[in-house]
């Protein structure tokens, strides 16, 4: 099976732009979640969706948003850039729904940063 | 709040020697599992092994295996026969109610050749 695919892998932006990244899951898993990554902060979660619905959220400001389609790819958009989003977004998918007996299997990350 | 502990930010082995790293969490579910992840400089972060807290016996993985203390929350990560390979940064982490996963904040290991 392949794995967790995102795209893209590098992305270079200036402040006050937005962007848009992809994320494939696993076949069959239904469920995908976004983390972000930074030296200071280490990894935060942001989303996770499931059934096309957002499920849970982290604490992030309303800049950072996203959805999931019917075939379970997911995209997570970020408005009007900071010089802090720069970081490495990771995106896991689960069979199903996060819990305490589900496991994540995390795609290679996409590195964005802000200019 | 949900917390996960990892006290040595870095750590070295030789290499073909054994090294433990150590992890301690905090939870109130009863049933759940703990993993460990590696991410090597390439980013990818990929799961290592993984604990059903449920199981007394403590999970095996080649030449990676845990020691689970459920009483003492505690989830240590030992490698045996450490190879150039498993330079990384290794990430305790457990599901953490609303958030899907929780983590530590790493370890960073070296392998000394």
């Known amino acids: 099976k392949a794995g967790v695919t995102q795209t893209p892998r590098y992305l270079i932006k200036t402040r006050g732009q937005q962007v848009t990244l992809s994320c494939s899951p696993i076949s069959g898993h239904r469920s995908v979640s976004w983390y972000q990554q930074t030296p200071g902060q280490g990894l935060q979660f942001l989303f996770e969706?499931?059934?096309?619905?957002?499920?849970n959220k982290g604490n992030f400001p309303g800049r950072f948003s996203g959805r999931q389609f019917s075939n379970s790819r997911s995209e997570m958009n970020v408005s009007t850039l900071e010089l802090g989003d720069s970081a490495l977004y990771l995106c896991a998918s689960s069979l199903a729904l996060a819990g305490p007996q589900e496991t994540q299997y995390f795609g290679p990350g996409t590195r964005l940063l802000v200019l | 709040a949900q917390t996960v502990t990892q006290s040595q930010p870095e750590m070295s082995v030789q290499e073909a020697e054994t090294v433990t790293l150590s992890c301690t969490y905090d939870t109130s579910e009863s049933d759940y599992y703990l993993f460990w992840y590696k991410q090597p400089p390439s980013r990818q972060m990929i799961l290592v092994i993984r604990q059903e807290a449920y199981k007394q016996q403590n999970a095996t993985e080649n030449r990676f295996s845990v020691n689970f203390q459920k009483a003492a929350k505690s989830f240590s990560l030992k490698i045996s026969d450490s190879q150039l390979g498993d330079a990384a940064m290794y990430f305790c982490a457990y599901p953490g109610g609303n958030t899907p996963l929780v983590f530590g904040k790493g370890t960073r290991l070296s392998v000394i050749a």
């Open positions: 969706y499931f059934s096309e619905t957002q499920r």
